[in-house]
């Protein structure tokens, strides 16, 4: 059991655009900015796209956007394309000088 | 340009011990935090434990303490991760990677490595 919860699958067509969500408790997203997402596709390295709760690395195009309300992170892709096909993992500083990853949510193009 | 590669992993027997190592290049490794992360064939990311970037200061996941030890070697843009009384729920591939800002720990990481498996089993 992962300590933030994400929806084991999401889906869309190209074009449109898809939330991921990711919740935690008071003690750790609902308390600090510290939320991360990172990207990965089948047998490669995670790559962040998120920091800070709505923050972007240069280089990380801006259909990639995040959001927190409460205990709940967002990662919200629009423009659906097909290479954004991967699994998708939110972090969040766990309050406790450590780190809580979501269980992970596979993103399919339809 | 950044790179992190890790190296160490292997079959390895429950109960042993074995070293993982996360060479470092392409920016000023003194200047950066590192973590461990691992994952579980088939399953999702699992913090393990981040280094400051003077080793001052180690932080591990409540699963691993008193099992795993987080180190470095500035003088060879290496981070370490010694694992030991190894269970078979270790079977992950260990990926080693950095903070993005200098000087600071701040629980999330830029750049990731390509990992090192670790298989324990009899």
């Known amino acids: 059991q992962s300590a933030l919860t994400q929806p084991p699958s999401a889906s869309g067509s190209p074009g449109q655009s898809v939330t991921i969500s990711c919740t935690g408790t008071?003690?750790?997203?609902?308390?600090?900015?510290?939320v991360s997402w990172y990207q990965q596709h089948p047998g490669k390295a995670p790559k962040i796209l998120v920091y800070d709760v709505t923050k972007r690395p240069s280089g990380v195009p801006d259909r990639f956007s995040g959001s927190k309300s409460g205990n709940t992170a967002s990662l919200t892709v629009s423009g659906l394309q097909a290479e954004d096909e991967a699994d998708y993992y939110c972090?969040?500083?766990?309050?406790?000088?450590?780190?809580?990853f979501g269980g992970g949510t596979r993103l399919t193009v339809l | 340009q950044v790179q992190v590669v890790e190296s160490g992993g292997g079959v390895v027997q429950p109960g042993r011990s074995l070293r993982l190592s996360c060479k470092a290049s392409?920016?000023?490794?003194?200047?950066?935090?590192m973590h461990w992360v691992r994952q579980a064939p088939g399953k999702g990311l699992d913090w393990v434990a981040v280094i400051s970037n003077d080793g001052s200061t180690k932080n591990y996941a409540d699963s691993v303490k008193g099992r795993f030890t987080i180190s470095r070697d500035n003088s060879k843009n290496t981070v370490y991760l010694q694992v030991n009384s190894l269970r078979a729920e270790d079977t992950a591939v260990y990926y080693c990677?950095?903070?993005?800002?200098?000087?600071?720990?701040?629980?999330?990481?830029?750049?990731w490595g390509q990992g090192t498996l670790v298989t324990v089993s009899s």
């Open positions: 008071i003690t750790d997203v609902g308390r600090y900015n510290s």
């Open positions: 990677a950095k903070e993005p800002h200098q000087w600071l720990v701040e629980y999330y990481c830029d750049y």
């Open positions: 392409g920016f000023t490794f003194t200047n950066y935090g």
């Open positions: 972090s969040s500083y766990g309050g406790t000088n450590n780190v809580l």
